[in-house]
């Protein structure tokens, strides 16, 4: 699954979410889960946020490397997943790619459907939007400008959400909610890791 990540500079929010991304993926052998990030009004070719780098770095993420870039529809057509920081960032990108609706949300309107449905997929997630009422805005604000923890709450945030999202996303269940694959150790470090499927079902 790739995931599209969208701010107003590219700069702060959009960056910890898509660094954040990047390490969840590495921590849980996710290998089909990948991320970038855009801008609606990029800062294009500035490195990360000094504040936002060191919110990342503390996350457990990597800053480095990084440079801002302006949202264009070919990243948003080849997203499966389209996170927002604000209700007005999802609503402008809708407005320039309709057919992107489906798998646009606010981060954390994703993270309320995905916990409150019981959404597995994105397109289970698209179904439930309509059928649960709204609760107060769903957005991530920005802390450009405002103190070092600030920049802590918010990167707080965005993993608090972030990380239950993905994995329920991209890690398979059983039908009894269960993880089907495990992760055994050993092996080539370059190679994918041995992945034991019969291990929970002997456990069941």
Same mark, same amino acid.
């Given at each position: 699954?790739?995931?599209?990540?969208?701010?107003?500079?590219?700069v702060?929010?959009?960056?910890?979410?898509?660094?954040?991304?990047?390490?969840?993926?590495?921590?849980?052998?996710?290998?089909?889960?990948?991320?970038?990030?855009?801008?609606?009004?990029?800062?294009?070719?500035?490195?990360?946020?000094?504040?936002?780098?060191?919110?990342?770095?503390?996350?457990?993420?990597?800053?480095?490397?990084?440079?801002?870039?302006? @949202?264009?529809?070919?990243?948003? !057509? &080849?997203?499966?997943?389209? %996170?927002?920081?604000?209700?007005?960032? =999802?609503? $402008?990108?809708?407005?320039?790619?309709?057919?992107a609706r489906?798998?646009?949300?606010?981060?954390?309107?994703?993270?309320?459907?995905?916990?409150?449905?019981?959404?597995?997929?994105?397109?289970?997630?698209?179904?439930?939007?309509?059928d649960?009422?709204?609760v107060?805005?769903?957005?991530?604000?920005?802390?450009?400008?405002?103190?070092?923890?600030?920049y802590?709450?918010?990167?707080?945030?965005?993993?608090?959400?972030?990380?239950?999202?993905?994995?329920? @996303?991209?890690?398979?269940?059983? !039908? &009894?909610?269960?993880?089907? %694959?495990?992760?055994?150790?050993?092996? =080539?470090? $370059?190679?994918?890791?041995?992945?034991?499927?019969?291990?929970?079902?002997?456990?069941?």
């Amino acid at each position: 699954m790739h995931v599209l990540f969208v701010c107003t500079g590219n700069v702060c929010r959009s960056v910890i979410a898509e660094r954040l991304t990047r390490a969840l993926a590495d921590e849980h052998g996710l290998y089909e889960l990948t991320a970038e990030s855009a801008g609606t009004r990029a800062l294009v070719g500035f490195g990360v946020e000094p504040l936002a780098a060191q919110t990342i770095t503390g996350l457990g993420a990597n800053a480095s490397g990084f440079r801002a870039r302006r @949202l264009k529809p070919e990243m948003v !057509d &080849r997203a499966d997943l389209v %996170l927002a920081m604000t209700e007005q960032i =999802r609503d $402008d990108i809708v407005s320039h790619v309709p057919g992107a609706r489906p798998r646009t949300f606010t981060l954390l309107q994703a993270y309320r459907i995905a916990k409150v449905s019981g959404a597995r997929t994105v397109a289970e997630m698209d179904r439930a939007r309509n059928d649960l009422a709204l609760v107060g805005r769903e957005n991530i604000a920005d802390p450009v400008g405002l103190s070092p923890e600030k920049y802590c709450e918010v990167g707080d945030h965005i993993a608090a959400t972030l990380a239950p999202l993905l994995l329920t @996303l991209c890690v398979p269940t059983d !039908d &009894r909610g269960r993880p089907h %694959l495990v992760v055994l150790p050993g092996g =080539r470090q $370059d190679e994918p890791p041995v992945i034991d499927t019969t291990r929970i079902d002997r456990q069941a």
